[in-house]
């Protein structure tokens, strides 16, 4: 089977961005299918692609997989126009790809909404099968983070519709996201939950060692936020945290970001201003080296905005490297994940908007490295039942096979 797959944000190991896209089609190609990956060009994808000047983007082989880099620059620090405007020359390009090149079957994953555009030009101008892998519910989320523009939650919903029902099969990252789709797609409509999986090797606890980072000092405890520092994920409720803290006098707890984002240079401009120095901000590191990383903390942060859309309709690739990596996660949102760690007793969860019951749980779990130990192992233990990367992958194989019948 060959399979052109449409993944704007796709991205190796040597990037420092969540690799689904990568592993599922490493899957493919391992089960024997051909695999053309279309992306865009950002910083953290970890491609390093020869140029094709007559095409004007850049191609290569990455471990067996065909991958077309177009020339559609994005950062998730630019404003809702440019981005909007990346998505939207993403998507026409693609449609270009997608009614030029011989395949089989189109696969296309959102985010953006705007990805199931070569999708349905796929489907309709060639008759191709087309599964639709929707990552977060547009425009519901959108709608949840302040977007009010009636035009852009219109055009949202159109290719959110248009898309569930002329996909052969669906997709969804959370049960939220499922029950979205189901709500609006066609009855009869095959829509399979396979949520973000745990690289067991990569974030391993054996990797645990001294963390070397400025600010850390032997005998700390520090906890890690790791990934995007976006409006979605609201991140000052960690300023909250670190300030009730310094009031209760501790300077033990540490509160470490790594990675990039809208919000970051504001978080640590506002930390700065307030005299939080338990807050310490670092750069995105490759996928690789976050994995030696995540397992030297003492626990993985799992902060989101406090928003209904996000309790079950959200699966961050975070929570899944936490508990590969057998750190426990302490938990600031209602939801599946919550709900997860607490029947694993993976960690702790704590009301949102509630900065003293999460200084409460950062402070207990300083306090009890037994306690630590045992939660982190629970961790390592729901990641190799439940999220293992090899047999998520070999399920998303399964519905493009499937899909193909």
């Known amino acids: ?19 689904r896209s990568y592993e599922f089609a490493r899957a ?3 089960r024997g299918h051909q695999v053309t990956v279309v992306c865009g060009a950002h910083a953290q994808s970890g491609l390093n692609l020869p140029s094709v000047e007559a095409r004007g983007w850049r191609r290569g082989q990455v471990n067996g ?4 880099s177009l020339p559609v620059a994005y950062s998730n620090h630019d404003s809702l126009v440019r981005r909007g405007l990346a998505f939207i020359r993403f998507a026409s390009r693609s449609v270009a790809i997608a009614l030029e090149f011989d395949y089989d079957l189109v696969f296309a994953t959102s ?27 547009w425009p519901e989320l959108p709608r949840a983070l302040g977007l009010r523009n009636p035009f852009l939650l219109g055009a949202m919903s159109f290719l959110e519709l248009a898309g569930y029902a002329s996909a052969d099969a669906c997709v969804g990252l959370s049960p939220g996201i499922v029950a979205g789709i189901r709500a609006r797609a066609p009855d009869h409509k095959p829509v399979t939950m396979i949520p973000n999986g745990c690289d067991l090797d990569l974030f391993h606890p054996a990797n645990r060692a001294r963390l070397d980072l400025p600010g850390v000092a032997p005998g700390d405890f520090v906890a890690g936020f790791t990934g995007a520092h976006g409006p979605a994920n609201g991140l000052d409720a960690l300023l909250a945290v670190a300030a009730e803290l310094r009031r209760r006098d501790d300077r033990r707890v540490k509160l470490v970001f790594i990675g990039e984002g809208k919000e970051k240079e504001r978080l640590a401009a506002a930390a700065r201003e307030q005299g939080l120095t338990q807050c310490l901000f670092f750069p995105s590191v490759p996928k690789e080296q976050l994995g030696r990383l995540t397992a030297s903390l003492d626990c993985g942060l799992m902060v989101l905005r406090n928003l209904p859309a996000f309790y079950q309709g959200t699966s961050p690739n975070k929570f899944f490297d936490y508990v590969a990596a057998g750190i426990p996660v302490v938990n600031n949102y209602p939801g599946w994940l919550a709900e997860l760690i607490t029947t694993a007793e993976a960690g702790l ?11 409460d749980a950062l402070q207990r779990l300083a306090a009890d490295p037994e306690l630590r130990q045992r939660l982190g192992a629970n961790a390592r233990r729901l990641a190799e039942a439940h999220f293992a990367r090899g047999p998520l992958a070999a399920k998303f194989v399964g519905v493009l096979e499937a899909t193909t019948l």
């Open 28 to 30: 493919l190609v391992a």
């Open 111 to 137: 985010t953006p909404i705007t990805a199931v555009i070569p999708g349905l030009a796929a489907k309709y101008g060639r008759g191709k099968p087309f599964v639709f892998e929707v990552r977060d519910l």
């Open 349 to 359: 969860v704590v009301p949102p908007d509630n900065p003293a019951a999460f200084a």
């Open 1 to 19: 089977m060959r399979v052109l797959y449409f993944h704007q944000h796709f991205a190796t190991p040597q990037g420092s961005t969540g690799t």
């Open 65 to 68: 997989i065909d991958v077309i």
